[in-house]
Every structure is written in C-alpha cells, then in structure tokens.
C-alpha cells in the first residue's frame, strides 16, 4: 500500500482526495480495497469525523 500524506482538515479536501486517486490508481478495479485504504490517509478530527460514518454510507 502506499504511504499517505495525511489529511486533518486545515489543507484543502480536494487536493486531498485527487493525490489519494492518483497514488491508488494502481489499485482503481478494486472498490473494497479503495474504500478499506482511504481511512489510512485521514488524521486527527478527519478520521473521528470518519469513524462516525454510518458504514451503510460509505
């Protein structure tokens, strides 16, 4: 899996998630392995805000 730079909310949410695409780009056919992976990238209140998620909308 590759290494993450980190999301905590003080950087912007969209360059986040299009670094996440293109460092998973390798793996974009594998749906339940992206969604498992992405919390790997999120810190502090991102990943409380995460873990809150219902897991039905995610």
């Not at 056919?29 to 995610?58: E, H």
């Amino acid at each position: 899996m590759p290494e993450f730079e980190k999301y905590d909310v003080t950087k912007n949410p969209r360059d986040h998630i299009l670094s996440f695409q293109n460092k998973m780009a390798p793996f974009s056919t594998d749906d339940k392995f992206l969604m498992y992976s992405f919390m790997f990238s999120l810190t502090g209140s991102a990943i409380t805000c995460y873990n809150q998620l219902d897991p039905r909308s995610i």
